[in-house]
């Protein structure tokens, strides 16, 4: 039986073989901060980049290209496979995020449900402690509905009444939210 490869968009970074990344995108830079045993984790020795993965260490040579897959996971790529298999991908416009949705969170590898719509390019996921992230580092796994999407809101909106919970910026994000 034969497969077709889905489209898929995907990031990537073709290595020069040293530690200067030509503008190196945020994930490769994270990867580059992980410990050296964490899966995703990128170590440059002896003019080699050395990709931590589930599997184990992996190499990339001088010209080979660093993949980062639609689960956030990294891995490398000869030059000639990698022209083969891909061609630039159309910037798509990303998303708006909105309370309720969730989300892949691609540097930690977490599925979040956001507290809030996305303001100014961030994110805020339900839980503690309070947090945020850059939007750009979330994927859409699925969209709230409209109902979905006010009670988040109003859950968040009550949530500081009376208490400490009265400073958290979800709470005031989610009460101008519904003024708006």
């Given at each position: 039986m034969q497969y077709r490869k889905k489209p898929v968009v995907i990031e990537a970074v073709k290595f020069n073989g040293d530690r200067e990344w030509d503008k190196a995108p945020e994930w490769l830079v994270a990867a580059t901060k992980k410990g050296?045993?964490?899966?995703?984790a990128i170590r440059v020795l002896g003019g080699k980049a050395w990709i931590m993965t589930l599997e184990g260490p992996i190499t990339a040579s001088a010209g080979d290209f660093i993949i980062r897959g639609v689960k956030g996971e990294l891995?490398?790529?000869?030059?000639?496979?990698?022209?083969?298999?891909y061609e630039p991908a159309p910037a798509l416009p990303r998303p708006t995020f909105r309370a309720g949705d969730t989300v892949h969170h691609i540097p930690s590898g977490e599925d979040w449900t956001l507290a809030v719509?996305?303001?100014?390019?961030?994110?805020q996921p339900c839980g503690w402690p309070e947090s945020m992230a850059e939007a750009k580092d979330c994927a859409l796994i699925?969209?709230?509905?409209d109902a979905e999407?006010?009670?988040?809101?109003?859950?968040w909106a009550a949530e500081g009444k009376g208490h400490e919970h009265e400073r958290d910026s979800r709470t005031r994000a989610a009460r101008r939210q519904l003024t708006e």
């Open positions: 050296p045993q964490e899966v995703g891995y490398p790529c000869k030059p000639d496979i990698f022209a083969a298999t719509d996305e303001e100014n390019g961030r994110v699925d969209r709230s509905t999407r006010l009670k988040m809101l109003h859950t």
